[in-house]
């Protein structure tokens, strides 16, 4: 099939790859959700399932995958285009997932440095600087849009929270963030925008400005999402990794796949879980299952390199 650019896209036609996104029920979910599984086994598949699966040889041409490598800053930016504000809600359930968020601090008074990786228009950040009086929030996103818009946002003040323009793969945060200065580093629906080839390049960049002890907190697609089942022909681009019909991407992680990327990084796992939900899919009357992957990570402390090098 070929791929129309992004450009040529209508409006009915990028509504309709929304779809395979984590979708706006992913913004808000009940306080302790329980439509929601933790499990680290990964989803076993229907026999329609595997078989639809296994039928999907062709891959998106050489050519065609070079183009989009090169345009994926444009088509996330023309993604901002077209939707601004309005297509993520707020993710109102970071601080139920990922305890840290709230916890990890030595002392009751001390500031809790964040940085969100790949912020979008801010649906992660605001929640927590509404809820939280006392952190500092980096946020970066590759998108000129998305960055913009989290500048506009009521809650945004420079007091509280600095948002730059970074393409994680290619720019050094450094130069917007103190090396070693961050407590927690959220990556949510991020990695898997990501090229595989430069999955470890965004880690080792995000590791070099996360404190020894500090933590990344990160969730995304999981292997046999109800939306990797849900590309059509021609929408393929290697094992686990597919285009939209906007021309962004997605990959859909195993759970031993992410634990290495993030070991070969310098980053040790502390939890690494698939999360499984029901969701209902109000156009089609259905119940779909989503497969997530949540996964907690830790730069190891001084006090263990030192006993490291105390061992040998
Ligand atoms: C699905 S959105 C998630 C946004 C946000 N984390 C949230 O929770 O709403 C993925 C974001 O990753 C950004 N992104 C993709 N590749 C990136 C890269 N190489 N560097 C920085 N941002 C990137 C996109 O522009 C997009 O805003």
Known sequence: MAQKSPESLTCDQSLSSQEDREGPEEGLSPPCDPGQTKTSSVRVLTKEEVDRLSCERVLVSGFKQMKLE??????????????STKFFKDRHWTTREFEELRACREFESQKLVLLEAGCGVGNCIFPLLEDDLNIFVYACDFSPRAVEFVKLNPLYCPERCSAFQCDLTKDDLRENVPEGGVDVIT???VLSAIHPDKMKLALQNISRVLKPGGIVLFRDYGLYDHAMLRFKAGSKLG??????????????????????LFQDSGLQCVSNDYVLRETVNKKEGLCVPRVFLQSKFTKASRASDDSLHEDT
Do not use: H, M, P
């Open 187 to 189: 990556l949510i629906f």
């Open 239 to 260: 094992e686990n990794f597919y285009v939209r019909q906007d021309g962004t991407r997605s990959y859909f992680f195993s759970k031993e796949l992410l634990a290495e």
């Open 70 to 83: 090169k345009d994926c800053q444009k088509n996330w930016d023309l993604f901002y285009k077209r939707n």
